[in-house]
């Protein structure tokens, strides 16, 4: 599966922008789909995953803000960030695993990574 993510960019605290995560190759239909982001001297941290039922999984710090849904049709799956904070700045990769019992957390549960899109947010 090739992932092509797109849709950052540069927002005022408040704001809101939309992410894409668009698979070629294979689809994403059995498959979870997790968000990802990495700020710049600290780890990649899961953001929000979805498996293929539709269940869907946030990190605390995003719950109520962000929401992740898949497109089937398209082959697409999105993440729309409002509210955004200055601490939500980061490079944002999204990442498909096998369908697995939980959606995982962890990078390494992942096998196809997306080459990653910048949001800044200023304050």
């Known amino acids: 599966v090739q992932l092509q993510a797109s849709g950052g960019g540069l927002v005022q605290a408040g704001g809101s922008l939309s992410l894409s995560c668009a698979a070629s190759g294979r689809t994403f239909s059995n498959k979870i789909v997790g968000w990802f982001r990495q700020a710049p001297g600290k780890e990649r941290e899961f953001v929000a995953g979805?498996?293929?039922?539709?269940?869907?999984s946030y990190v605390d710090s995003v719950k109520g803000r962000f929401t992740i849904s898949r497109d089937k049709a398209k082959n697409t799956v999105y993440l729309q960030m409002n509210s955004l904070k200055p601490e939500d700045t980061a490079v944002y990769y999204c990442?498909?695993?096998?369908?697995?019992?939980?959606?995982?957390?962890?990078?390494?549960?992942?096998?196809?990574w997306g080459q990653g899109t910048q949001v800044t947010v200023s304050s």
């Open positions: 979805i498996a293929w039922t539709g269940v869907t």
């Open positions: 990442a498909a695993a096998p369908p697995l019992a939980v959606i995982a957390t962890t990078p390494s549960r992942y096998n196809f």
